[in-house]
């Protein structure tokens, strides 16, 4: 094995250690409370740049930026109020991707948040996915 320069911190170390023993980012940031998904996102860069792997360092870093300009409150903490405005939307009907649109965050992010809050509603359902090149 190649000698490393640098080594990953105490936390980044921590972090990828959960994920690797298959935790989600949801169940990582249910058992540290202090983690923010952006915390996440660092181990693995912090893991990539100890690798060597500048470039898939590059593209992920590129892929937030992506999802940021998209849905700007994407990886960041929810706060109470994002959290009391989501029940009524939910209430209302409303789309995963519409609710996902108001909050400016993610659908997946809204679906699991919706999870956690024991929220559910038959419109919030996200639409099912479809074969490329299927018609209806």
Do not use: C
């Not at 996440?40 to 990539?48: P, R």
């Not at 100890?50 to 409150?73: C, L």
């Not at 519409?98 to 559910?120: E, F, Y």
């Amino acid at each position: 094995m190649a000698r490393r320069d640098k080594e990953m911190s105490v936390e980044a170390r921590r972090v990828l250690t959960l994920i690797a023993q298959g935790h989600s980012y949801e169940q990582i940031l249910a058992l540290k409370p202090a983690l923010t998904y952006k915390d996440i996102f660092a181990a693995a860069e912090e893991a990539l740049a100890v690798a060597g792997n500048d470039r898939q360092r590059t593209k992920f870093s590129e892929d937030r930026r992506n999802i940021r300009h998209d849905y700007p409150r994407a990886y960041e903490s929810w706060t109470v109020r994002e959290e009391d405005r989501l029940s009524p939307l939910v209430r209302t009907g409303q789309s995963v991707e519409a609710i996902a649109a108001q909050l400016q965050r993610q659908p997946t992010a809204i679906s699991s948040r919706m999870a956690k809050l024991g929220l559910t509603s038959e419109a919030a359902k996200p639409a099912p996915l479809r074969a490329r090149g299927s018609e209806e």
